[in-house]
């Protein structure tokens, strides 16, 4: 083998192996630090290792099975709870807003959630202050931003979001229009349309989960 060719597979070599070890770190600081923005964990992460090179930087799938792998080894035994409380909130939540056909997104539907972790909903409505006005009237505290969604390689638009907590758990609604229920935004994990789910598709996955239980304790 030519020594130019060794060294160009030694880099690419190391190139992966930094890739790994800035996505097992990402994991871990959003995992126990509570970060939840894939961007900003990768860039703390190479950080923390010293790692300049952009290429080593992982795309947000490969944090994202990090992330999972993390839990499963050093937190299965409170993170399958901390989902589930969450994945039930939801359900209670969406019963709660079905005025705006509440749909449950992120890391609660795909099971990344922990206790560091929001329930995350989109709701509906061509009124965009008509969310915050209906919970403002149930007596619900509330803080408000905006979010940017894309929903093409060159389409983004800014949405109101509404924060508040019930029960220990932060909730994050993002208000979309009516017409946005056709279409979902893209994912920031995959740049797909994001996952969404109605209260009946979330009750099916803790039925689910506690079939399984059930059959893991026989």
């Known amino acids: 083998m030519a020594r130019g060719e060794h060294h160009r597979i030694h880099a690419q070599d190391r190139t992966q192996r930094n890739r790994v070890l800035v996505a097992q770190e990402a994991a871990r ?10 961007h900003h964990a990768k860039l703390k992460a190479a950080e923390r290792l010293g790692i300049i090179d952009t290429q080593a930087l992982p795309r947000n799938n490969e944090i994202e099975d990090a992330l ?13 709870q901390a989902l589930r409380t969450r994945r039930e909130a939801a359900v209670e939540a969406m019963r ?11 890391a609660v539907l795909d099971g990344t959630a922990d206790e560091h972790s929001a329930v995350c909903l989109h709701v509906f409505s061509d009124d965009p202050d008509a969310p915050g006005l209906f919970l403002r009237e149930q007596g619900i505290p509330l803080e408000t931003q905006t979010r940017r969604l894309r929903w093409s390689g060159t389409e983004q638009t800014e949405h109101p979001v509404l924060l508040f907590g019930a029960d220990g758990i932060p909730f994050d609604l993002t208000v979309l229009p009516v017409d946005a229920l056709r279409q979902a935004p893209l ?6 349309p994001m996952r969404r789910a109605t209260a009946a598709m979330v009750q099916e996955l803790l039925a689910k989960e506690d079939i399984e239980a059930f059959n893991a304790a026989l």
């Open 29 to 38: 600081l959003m995992s126990e630090h509570g970060i939840r923005d894939f």
């Open 68 to 80: 999972r792998e993390h839990q499963r080894l050093f937190h299965g035994d409170s993170q399958p």
């Open 187 to 192: 994912d920031r994990v995959d740049d797909r």
């Open 96 to 106: 709660f807003l079905r005025g705006f056909d509440a749909r449950l997104v992120g």
